[in-house]
């Protein structure tokens, strides 16, 4: 099949119409909410920060290892500071950030 003026057809910038305009302005138009709404949605979900709560990242035998306890369980891992030697200088600010004594019991 032989496409007559193909080549004239193609060297011409597109005629959009203000069907396609408008079109085109809706799905942009769409887009730009869609992004908001998940802005909003991921600035304002999710738990607030406990206060209660230990946090610690340390170097451990594979790599990285991480404590993260709240309430009793992280008053309990503060009061024993027997069963994380090691990890004093790393724990006694996050015991004291949560409000919990170091070492004692």
């Known amino acids: 099949m032989i496409m007559q ?11 959009w119409g203000s069907r396609e305009k408008s ?13 908001l709404v ?5 600035l304002t ?3 607030p920060a406990r206060a ?5 990242t340390f170097a451990g035998t594979l790599g990285a290892s ?4 709240c309430g009793g369980h992280a008053k309990t891992i ?3 500071s027997a069963g994380y030697k090691g990890l004093e200088e790393l724990l006694r600010p996050a ?3 949560a409000g919990f004594a170091y070492g004692r019991r």
């Open 5 to 15: 003026d193909q080549s004239k057809r193609l060297s011409e910038p597109l005629n």
């Open 23 to 35: 079109v085109v302005g809706a799905l942009l138009a769409c887009a730009v909410v869609a992004v």
């Open 38 to 42: 998940l802005g909003v949605y991921g």
């Open 45 to 47: 979900s999710g738990s």
């Open 52 to 56: 209660d709560c230990i946090d610690v």
């Open 66 to 69: 991480k404590i993260h306890a």
């Open 78 to 80: 503060c009061a024993s």
């Open 95 to 97: 015991c004291r950030e």
